[in-house]
């Protein structure tokens, strides 16, 4: 509690944010968040996307901040409509590869050399969090009913 208090105590405008989210979420935040202002991202993103604790420490742990500062382009104040959308497509994908194992400073030919070598299996995937289910979607899978009755049993 004297850490919280002391970290939000001078920032007026973190102040409302913490009163919006969970005592855990908070907790998560004050813990792995050392800069006022990813502590701000990750309470205005958890306010705005309901994110659970979970997620909130996935996303954390994703360095979900670091990346949409590096997503800041220009693109749009530099480039054609035509060719804005085709720069943010060669900068859209983003990939993982902790599962290397390699050091912090690595050279790409070892990263090259590690990949092609990596005996477990590699995908690229992404994910979008959303509150509702698409239509498309709708009549493939169980209802909440249905989840939940079976979720009983387990």
């Not at 480039?79 to 993982?96: F, G, N, Q, W």
């Given at each position: 509690?004297k850490?919280f ?10 102040a409302p ?5 969970g005592?855990?979420h908070?907790?998560?935040i ?10 701000e991202f990750?309470l205005r ?5 309901g994110w659970?604790?979970?997620?909130l ?6 360095q979900?901040?670091e990346?949409s500062l590096?997503?800041?382009t220009?693109?749009?104040q530099?480039?054609?409509p ?9 900068v859209k994908d983003?990939?993982?590869f902790?599962?290397l194992?390699l050091?912090k400073?690595?050279?790409?030919r ?8 990596a005996k477990?299996?590699i995908?690229v995937a992404?994910?979008?969090?959303t509150?509702t289910l698409?239509k498309?979607l709708?009549d493939?899978?169980p209802?909440?009913e249905?989840?939940a009755?079976l979720?009983?049993?387990?």
């Amino acid at each position: 509690m004297k850490n919280f208090f002391e970290v939000y105590r001078d920032c007026a405008k973190l102040a409302p944010l913490v009163r919006e989210i969970g005592w855990s979420h908070n907790l998560a935040i004050l813990e792995q968040c050392d800069d006022p202002l990813q502590r701000e991202f990750y309470l205005r993103m958890t306010r705005k996307f309901g994110w659970s604790k979970n997620v909130l420490a996935h996303q954390i742990d994703n360095q979900s901040y670091e990346k949409s500062l590096l997503w800041q382009t220009n693109f749009d104040q530099t480039l054609t409509p035509a060719l804005r959308a085709k720069a943010r497509l060669a900068v859209k994908d983003e990939y993982a590869f902790d599962f290397l194992e390699l050091s912090k400073q690595h050279s790409e030919r070892e990263m090259e050399h590690a990949l092609i070598a990596a005996k477990k299996p590699i995908g690229v995937a992404t994910y979008e969090i959303t509150k509702t289910l698409p239509k498309k979607l709708k009549d493939q899978l169980p209802s909440p009913e249905a989840i939940a009755r079976l979720l009983e049993g387990i």
